[in-house]
């Protein structure tokens, strides 16, 4: 079965320092790929999503995502942390045909002034 | 444009008591439904999906339901809430497959006591 796994449940930067969350897929077929993010009692909104093509995807806020087929990871970055991005991030994953999507378990970025 | 609407934002319940939670989706017709739950410190956990109406699909076995009356309407139920039952719970929309985007409600926060 498909999981996603994303390493560290918290990640802490300095405002101004570059922002990479994690995130590993386990299919051996090339998933569709999504990072979300929650702020405080929000619903989650999306970030960027990688499905056919170009394997750097570019985001809202800044943020971009690579799509490694041979590392199996679609890792979030970001070159400069503001503290506007202190949230939760959530990286999902699903198949062509598929109606859910199988989501990692969150990472809070916290942001140090 | 299409939105998304739940009620209620908050809700305070003692153990045992009915759940009703409410979504409702406007500007589009025949989207795909989602319940997923938050529970403290912990990821998203899908409910329940629904791909039209009467047509639902349970992913985890608990003591809540779910319902679609109308097209763009998807109710969570319980008979008798548990302590366990509280979390935030976000209701969620696409168009299509999962591999389309999920939009997302602004939760409701359900704290039983």
């Known amino acids: 079965a498909q999981s996603v796994t994303q390493l560290g449940s918290h990640v802490s930067v300095s405002e101004g320092a570059l922002v990479l969350l994690r995130c590993n897929y386990s299919?051996?077929?090339?998933?569709?790929l999504f990072w979300y993010v929650q702020y405080p009692n929000q619903g989650l909104q999306l970030l960027l999503k990688y499905t056919t093509g170009a394997t750097l995807v570019k985001g809202i806020n800044g943020f971009e995502a690579e799509f490694k087929k041979s590392e199996t990871s679609f890792h979030l970055t970001k070159p400069s942390a503001h503290m506007s991005d202190a949230a939760e991030y959530f990286c999902?994953?699903?198949?062509?045909?598929?109606?859910?999507?199988?989501w990692g378990a969150g990472t809070k970025l916290i942001i140090k002034p | 444009s299409q939105t998304i609407h739940q009620w209620p934002a908050t809700l305070v319940q003692p153990v045992g008591s009915p759940l009703s939670l409410e979504c409702t989706v406007e500007?589009?017709?025949?989207?795909?439904l989602y319940w997923y739950r938050q529970a403290a410190g912990r990821g998203l956990q899908l409910l329940f999906y629904?791909?039209?109406?009467?047509?639902i699909s349970s992913e985890v076995p608990q003591n809540l339901s779910a319902s679609r009356p109308q097209d763009r309407q998807f109710i969570l139920s319980s008979k008798k809430l548990l302590l366990s039952d509280s979390g935030f719970y976000l209701c969620?929309?696409?168009?299509?497959?999962?591999?389309?985007?999920?939009?997302f409600g602004p939760g409701t926060r359900l704290t039983v006591l």
């Open positions: 969620a929309w696409t168009p299509g497959q999962a591999t389309d985007t999920q939009y």
């Open positions: 299919s051996s077929v090339p998933p569709y």
């Open positions: 999902a994953v699903s198949e062509w045909n598929n109606y859910q999507l199988i």
């Open positions: 629904s791909v039209g109406i009467g047509q």
């Open positions: 500007g589009t017709s025949n989207p795909n």
